[in-house]
Nanobody
């Protein structure tokens, strides 16, 4: 069973930055993952893709975060990271880590709140 744990969320003012990290219960899962990503869900809205990275390193971003967010895999720490810069109030949401290895696995989420 793969367990994912997100960290790094919190309260930040607009134009500030936060860095989210996601660790797996066993590092082998991150090494074997076909793809990993970050998703978010704001109150009353559906969960949406923020950014993904596949095994070969190709990344994909939602248009709303392009140029502001950067997804990366730290192969030393065996974590998935999301650097979020120039944050906006509309980025406020619960952010979820996702790992795909034969099936989808989800973390419990971390709250990001951006004040104006």
């Amino acid at each position: 069973q793969v367990q994912l744990l997100e960290s790094g969320g919190g309260l930040v003012q607009a134009v500030g930055s936060l860095r989210l990290s996601c660790a797996a219960s066993h590092t082998i899962f991150i090494l074997r993952a076909t793809a990993m990503g970050w998703y978010r869900q704001a109150p009353g809205q559906q969960r949406e893709l923020v950014a993904t990275i596949v095994n070969g390193g190709t990344t994909n971003y939602a248009d709303s975060v392009k140029g502001r967010f950067t997804i990366s895999r730290d192969r030393v720490q065996n974590t998935l990271n999301l650097q979020m810069n120039s944050l906006k109030p509309e980025d406020t949401a619960v952010y979820y880590c996702n790992l795909f290895w034969t099936r989808n696995y989800w973390g419990q989420g971390t709250q990001v709140t951006v004040s104006s």
